[in-house]
């Protein structure tokens, strides 16, 4: 069942469309700088987008820290909730359900192909801002001493790429749980696009709240709450606490969506 | 062979397990907290002096403060604006009074003071740079000033045994705290109370609230400063340590900002008392802060060109008063006063502080009457 949903989002069209949208904004930001020679401003713009014309190998994760706020959870909301809606509006849920597979494992494998999707897209961003990062920004003389920790010590290449890893797998975690809440909505309606909508007007809503001092009560339970966290890996020494409470916080939603998606898609009266 | 029972999952059951993993998710956060927190029968006069004399102690954390103090400030004033405003996340790790780190994490970044004993560097991540001082006789409010440790000691320092009183205890980063309130005597301070909670066993505050207003204000203590994580135990030498990056520029600067450069060059010399308040600054300077505890001010003069916009930013601020030779405006426990108007060519005095407006205008009278000092 996983393989054939893999199948189908590998040889889609319009994943490898989107793949490349979210890819061309990060690329452009850094053709961009590397033109004209212009960070922003000091506690202006994305995170490490200030280093990167000292640092090009930081281009990664400024790349990340772009797409991460908006453009990632739009494409993955678009994905995962195609996952049932879609079949549904074209018609072909009941067919798919007409095979000898439960209702869970249909789902498992609707998520596991959106958790493909989340980390093509993210290492196809990686790769691409590292080689365009090295080819074009940055200096070399100051790159081969080692990265600047945000704290403003020496990372050595080994301590750069390892958390630069661990920044990545934390982005995708962070997009797992977008991919369920876009999962559970798409068992809910019918139609692809209003899952996604509603998926978007939830971490919407959710950056929203954050900005406000009213809702500090429930911030730390918000779900876009943590997914800045990837530049404490970044400090020296690293600071955990953001990152384990983000973790758990994605995980806690995976659990509760998911388990929703489940109870609520194994009990529809399947028409479609 | 007998049969299987087969059991099918109705709606409702599916639901049910829905609803125990919310249940689940909700119960690990909340559990700790139904804890019972232990109090012991430490009074309060053994608090009070415990906090005193917990200046070194070594501990390290992450701390959180909040302020709701809100004065339209700009940059001229470093930090000071942001820092009493919103909320702000600290790392430190402190061996003593003279080797400590504080780093002030921001979301892109981090802007960090290493303390190695007369010498303070101050780096900042997203200008890449980290600039060298020499600690001055005067200088503005800093990150580390609101660590919960140093904002304890400094509001306590004039506190009687009298003038506290035990509290129930509370758990602060994961340790039962005893807490204190400094009720200070009516007078001329804008504090009412000070509430701090104290790590039993070193005497170190954990966390610290500064209320302008009696325990039962619903907008809340005006300052907060809490560890929610702590270990109280020396710090290791790199630590406390600066191990620049190639990729950092450093530089030395001869001043940190602007009051410690009005107070070597500005031309006046403090008295040593003004308005009654006894002056803290040692030397012949021209800035200084005045006063103890929670009756304390700041005396900085300014030129014209640093005075104009920030008399611009304060006439926006929420019932300022202004008049002929000053502008007064309070937020909560602070009131910041600044004398003379628009394109005076003379020195301006900024004075702010946690003092009634009435006090500051009478400090302002005694500053304008300063006779200028050619030679310095």
Known sequence: ?272 | MRPRTVWAMTPRSRWSVVAGVVLAVVAVPLAPRLLPVGDTDVTAAVLLDAVRGSADVGHSGYVETRGAVQLPVGDDLGDVGELLAGTTRLRVWWQDEDAWRVDRLLVAGEKDLVHDGPVTVAYDYEDAKAVVTEDPAIRLPRASDLLPPVLGRAVLEDAADTDVRRLGPRRVAGVDAPGLRYTPPAGRSTVDHVDVWVEPGSGLPLRVEVWDAGADDPAGPDVVSTFDDVEVARPADDRVGFPASRGVEVERADTLDVADAAGRYAPFVLPRRLAGFARRTEGEVAAATFGSGVSRFLAVPLRSREADPLRRQLRAAPGVVTGDYRTVARSGVLTVLLTGADRDPGAAWLVAGTLSPDTLEDVARALLVLPYVDQR
């Not at chain 1, 081969?144 to 890893?165: C, H, I, K, Q």
């Not at chain 1, 019918?190 to 971490?203: I, K």
């Open chain 1, 1 to 272: 069942m996983i393989a054939v949903e893999l199948r189908k989002l590998l040889r889609s069209r319009r994943t490898w469309a989107t793949i490349l949208l979210v890819d061309a904004l990060p690329t452009l930001v850094g053709v961009l700088l590397a033109v004209t020679d212009l960070g922003p401003r000091p506690g202006e713009g994305p995170a490490f987008l200030s280093a990167v014309l000292t640092d090009g190998t930081l281009f990664p994760l400024a790349a990340l820290a772009i797409v991460l706020p908006l453009f990632l959870p739009i494409a993955v909301a678009i994905t995962a909730g195609e996952a049932v809606a879609g079949e549904a509006a074209a018609g072909t849920l009941r067919y798919v359900l007409v095979r000898p597979v439960s209702r869970l494992r249909f789902l498992v494998a609707k998520l596991a192909s959106v958790l493909v999707f989340v980390v093509l897209t993210v290492l196809v961003v990686a790769v691409t801002a590292y080689v365009l990062g090295v080819l074009l920004l940055g200096d070399q003389s100051v790159t081969t001493a080692g990265t600047t920790s945000v704290s403003g010590s020496s990372l050595s290449t080994p301590e750069l790429v390892g958390r630069t890893f661990l920044a990545l797998g934390y982005a995708i975690l962070c997009m797992l749980g977008v991919a369920t809440i876009a999962l559970f909505l798409s068992t809910c309606v019918a139609s692809p696009l209003g899952a996604a909508l509603g998926t978007m007007a939830v971490f919407v809503g959710s950056a929203l709240l954050l900005t406000l001092d009213a809702s500090d009560a429930v911030r730390d339970y918000l779900p876009t709450r943590y997914w800045l966290a990837f530049v404490d890996l970044f400090r020296d020494p690293i600071l955990w606490r953001d990152l384990q409470a983000g973790v758990l916080l994605q995980v806690a939603y995976v659990a509760v969506f998911f388990a929703a998606a489940w109870a609520n898609f194994a009990t529809k009266d399947v028409a479609d």
